[in-house]
């Protein structure tokens, strides 16, 4: 049976690189499932607005786009999608970036394991092979922090998770509607907060091995802020974990 599969595209500011992202998704993805495309333009300031109209012109693809009034964050812009993706009656939904830092090649990896119905999420992950995460450009200290912050969050929450801060995942949508992501940061240690909630509710998460491309796209992560952010955000949860243990 075909799967209903939405491939939601979060867009800022990525007007040099939003049109070869589609373009390099896989046609033979189309094939075997009902996909569509969500692209959600996060109030961007340069010219992704042009090129995404140029995009529904040129590829015949099920294509839905959003350009919001306002820019929403990167968690913001995930809510969205995760509500629309609900809203829509969709099966599964996969983030793919718009500034081509994760490959649309390995799509049907994810589509792949979506066969396994006691799956509630597949994460990518560039850090199961530390070598290839180095050699796809990396910058150094992007590579040591997240280990170390990989580190602290599993021996914080007693998980096994080779990377919590990869950007390119997918869901079950029934598993979405068992959590509550509405109430979640609009920033970007809303990846974190949504590993949390996976965790506390014993959902299975699978993690695949993704290629690591780092290349001229403009990060809007503030590496310092964004450490601060997701081990506040981790030991939190731990302390609430334990305080209604002893209330119960």
């Known amino acids: 049976m075909k799967k209903k599969i939405l ?16 373009k390099r998704i896989p046609k033979k993805i189309f094939e075997n499932d009902i996909i569509s495309i969500l692209i959600v333009n996060d109030f961007s300031i340069d010219r992704t607005g042009e090129e995404i109209i140029r995009i529904s012109k040129d590829f015949n693809y099920d294509i839905e ?9 990167y968690g913001g812009v995930q809510k969205f999608a995760y509500k629309y993706a609900i809203m829509k009656n969709f099966e599964y939904v996969i983030m793919l970036h718009g500034d081509g830092q994760y490959a649309p090649e390995v799509l049907q990896n994810f589509i ?3 066969d396994d119905k006691v799956l509630d999420a597949i994460f990518g992950s560039r850090m199961m092979s530390y070598r290839e995460a180095l050699k796809g450009g990396m910058p150094i200290y992007k590579f040591l922090g997240n280990i170390c912050l990989t580190f602290v969050q599993n021996l914080i929450l007693g998980s096994k998770i080779s990377e919590f801060h990869s950007g390119y995942r997918s869901f079950k949508v029934s598993s979405l509607k068992k959590i509550n992501f509405s109430n979640k940061s609009d ?9 949390i909630d996976f965790l506390k509710n014993k959902l299975k998460i699978l993690e695949i091995f993704i290629p690591t491309h780092y290349g001229d796209e403009v990060s809007h992560l503030k590496s310092i802020p964004y450490g601060i952010n997701v081990l506040l955000t981790t030991i939190k949860s731990k302390f609430k974990l334990i305080i209604n243990f002893k209330k119960s």
């Open 187 to 195: 920033n970007y240690h809303f990846d974190t907060e949504i590993i």
């Open 7 to 22: 491939i939601f595209i979060p867009s800022y500011n990525v007007e040099k690189k939003i049109y070869s992202v589609i």
């Open 112 to 114: 792949k394991k979506f």
């Open 65 to 73: 786009v959003y350009n919001s009034n306002k820019n929403l964050g």
